[in-house]
């Protein structure tokens, strides 16, 4: 292969590599410990839809400006959703967003 052929090949592989990174280490496609076809495919499933969801709100946050950071975004929705999951339950505004900050502190490695 030539130089040119290369830089090609390297410039369609690192958005591969970077999908499987950000599913695996941000919404845990590695984690699935179940034992059947279906359950896999369905664990798959989400988290292919939930990194669609992810990216499209990446690309709107960041139409102006740099793209932010898919953990970014990623922390960003989580924690709507916890605390719109906690105020259905009859919960204020602030103490929701405690229970979501709580529900948020394993991902600290991000």
Request: glycine share 6%; charged share 25%; net charge negative.
């Amino acid at each position: 292969w030539g130089l040119e052929e290369l830089v090609e090949y390297a410039h369609v592989r690192w958005p591969i590599e970077q999908f499987h990174k950000d599913a695996k280490q941000v919404l845990g496609m590695d984690q699935f410990e179940g034992r059947t076809w279906t359950g896999w495919n369905h664990h798959v499933s989400v988290v292919l839809m939930t990194y669609s969801f992810l990216m499209t709100e990446r690309a709107a946050q960041g139409a102006a400006a740099r793209l932010p950071p898919f953990s970014q975004v990623a922390r960003i929705a989580i924690h709507e959703m916890a605390v719109r999951t906690v105020e259905e339950q009859g919960v204020d505004r602030q103490t929701a967003e405690r229970v979501a900050e709580a529900m948020l502190r394993g991902f600290t490695d991000w």
